[in-house]
């Protein structure tokens, strides 16, 4: 099993499987926009 990577998009804690680079299409669109929160929708961004 290959080692999981973080999301490109700053500010994302999610990982991605080999071969891609974001874990959404929230997060592919916000490429190079400054961000302080991830609205990527996934567990591991979603604050309380």
């Known amino acids: ?9 700053d500010g994302c804690l999610c990982t991605v499987s080999d071969g891609q680079k974001y874990c959404s299409a929230y997060c592919e669109a916000a490429e ?3 961000t302080l929160v991830c609205e990527c ?6 604050k309380l």
């Open 32 to 34: 190079g926009l400054t």
């Open 41 to 46: 929708g996934h567990p591991a961004c979603v």
């Open 1 to 9: 099993m290959a080692d999981a990577k973080k999301c490109a998009m």
